[in-house]
C-alpha cells in the first residue's frame, strides 16, 4: 500500500465516561467542511448518526450520505486503518481529507498515538493532528479524583473541552474545574461550548503543521508562554490528588544546537524514562540547518519521524519544547538537556559519562522525581 498524497490528518476524541464524546462528534459532522471525514469508533452502535442517513454498509465500513465513511475497530485499530485506507486507495475515495477516532471512556489515548507514529505502513499515510479530550463539568472534579485514567487523557490533551457546563448551576464549580484543567496541562487550548460555541476550526489543526501552508504555528501547537504563566512545576495540589504527580513545562535555548546533541537527548530520555513522558513538542534551531527549523514529537518512548520546515514560521528562532510528564521534574529533564547541548551548570553531568552510562552518573540514577 503506497501513495504519494499528502498524509492524512487523524485527530483523537477521547474523554471518561458519559463526558459527552458523541455528541461532539455528532456536531463536528455537521460542519460542512468536515465532509470528507473518516470516522473510527470502537463501536458502532455507540455513536448516533442517524441525521447522516446510513447509505451502505461493509465489512465494517458505513458509508453515509454526506460522503463520509464510518468504520469500526474489530479487534486491532491498525487492521482498521489499513483496511480503511485501502479502501480509499481501491474505490478511489482521495476525497477523504481528515480521520477522526473516538475512544471508550476508560481508553488511554497513548496506544492509539503510538500506532499513528510509529507502524510503518501508517507513518506515511497519517499524520497525528492532535488530541481532543472532552471533561465533564458536572462529574469532572470527582472523575480526575478518582480515575488516574481521567488525568492522563487531560494531561495528552491538546484540546479541552469542558462539557455539560449548562447543566452545572454553580458557575464558581466550573471554573474551578477548568482552572485544574489548566495546571494539568496548561499548554492545551480549553474551551466551554455553552460560554462560544465549539467550531471544527478551533479543534483541528493542532498538531505538526497546516498541510495547506506547510507551516507550523508555534504559538498556538507550543503555547509555552501559557507555561511559563501557570508556573506548572511548583505543585499546591492535595497529595491525594492524581494530578499532583503530572507537569508541564518549557526548555527554551537561543543557540543552534547539533543536530546530533538533540537525537542523543531525546534517544536518552525515552529510553531511559520514556513511560514518564506523556508528551513532548518542539521546534529545534540546528547548527546544521539553522533556517529550517526541526520539529520534535514525541509520545512516551515513541518519537514522530523527525521533518524541517522549510522556514522558520514566526520571527522567533530559539528552540523550544513543551514536555508533559509524570513523576519526572522539570529540573531533572533540564539538567540532562543542558548536558547534551553543551549548556554548562555546576551539577550539570558529562554528556560522554551520560552517553557511555547514563544511570551511573550521580543526580541521574534511581527516581527522578
Known amino acids: 500500500m503506497s501513495n504519494t498524497a499528502a498524509p492524512i490528518p487523524l485527530s483523537v476524541i477521547t474523554g471518561f465516561l458519559g463526558s459527552g464524546k458523541t455528541t ?7 460542519d460542512r467542511s468536515l465532509q470528507n471525514t473518516a470516522i473510527i469508533i470502537n463501536e458502532f452502535g455507540d455513536v448516533g448518526i442517524d441525521h447522516l ?6 465489512e465494517g465500513i458505513i458509508e453515509l450520505s454526506d460522503g463520509c465513511l464510518c468504520c469500526t475497530v474489530r479487534g486491532d485499530l491498525v487492521d482498521t ?3 480503511l485506507l485501502e479502501r480509499v486507495d481501491v474505490d478511489g475515495h482521495s476525497s477523504i481529507e481528515r480521520i477522526i477516532v473516538e475512544t471508550t471512556g476508560l481508553a488511554d489515548p497513548v496506544p492509539i498515538l503510538h500506532v499513528i507514529m510509529a507502524h510503518p505502513l501508517l507513518v506515511e499515510r497519517i499524520r497525528l493532528d492532535g488530541v ?5 463539568a458536572v462529574n469532572g472534579d470527582s472523575t480526575l479524583d478518582n480515575h488516574p485514567e481521567a488525568v492522563k487523557q487531560v494531561a495528552m490533551a491538546d484540546r479541552i473541552v469542558v462539557s455539560k457546563s449548562e447543566l452545572q448551576a454553580d458557575k464558581l464549580t466550573v471554573d474551578k474545574l477548568v482552572a485544574r484543567a489548566g495546571e494539568i496541562n496548561p499548554a492545551a487550548l480549553i474551551l466551554d461550548p455553552v460560554e462560544k460555541p465549539v467550531s471544527a476550526a478551533q479543534l483541528l489543526e493542532c498538531g505538526l503543521y497546516n498541510p495547506n501552508s ?8 507550543l503555547r509555552d508562554e501559557a507555561i511559563k504563566t501557570a508556573g506548572h512545576d511548583h505543585h499546591h495540589h492535595d497529595v491525594n490528588r492524581h494530578d499532583a504527580s503530572i507537569r508541564a513545562f518549557t526548555l527554551t535555548h537561543d543557540k543552534p544546537i547539533d543536530a546530533s546533541a538533540i537525537r ?3 534517544d536518552l530520555l525515552q529510553s531511559a524514562h520514556g513511560p514518564q513522558l506523556l508528551r513532548m513538542k518542539g521546534i529545534v534551531q540546528t547548527s546544521e540547518n539553522p533556517q529550517q527549523p526541526l520539529v520534535i514529537h514525541a509520545v512516551q518512548q515513541l518519537l514522530h519521524p523527525l521533518a524541517n520546515l522549510a522556514e522558520w514560521p514566526d520571527d522567533d528562532h530559539r528552540t523550544r519544547l513543551v514536555i508533559i510528564t509524570k ?3 522539570k529540573d531533572f529533564v533540564t539538567r540532562l538537556f543542558d548536558a547534551f547541548i553543551g549548556r554548562v551548570a555546576t551539577d550539570t553531568p558529562d ?3 551520560l552517553e557511555q552510562n547514563p544511570l551511573a552518573v550521580p543526580g541521574f540514577s534511581g527516581e527522578p522525581l
Do not use: H, Y
Not at 461532539?24 to 455537521?30: T, V, Y
Not at 506547510?214 to 501547537?221: A, E, F, I, M, T
Open 81 to 83: 486503518l489499513i483496511q
Open 214 to 221: 506547510k507551516s507550523l504555528d508555534v504559538n498556538r501547537w
Open 132 to 136: 481532543i479530550v472532552l471533561l465533564d
Open 264 to 266: 542523543s537527548f531525546l
Open 24 to 30: 461532539l462528534l455528532n456536531q463536528l459532522l455537521r
Open 351 to 353: 554528556r560522554a559519562a
Open 327 to 329: 513523576n519526572l521534574s
Open 53 to 58: 442517513l446510513v447509505e451502505t454498509a461493509d
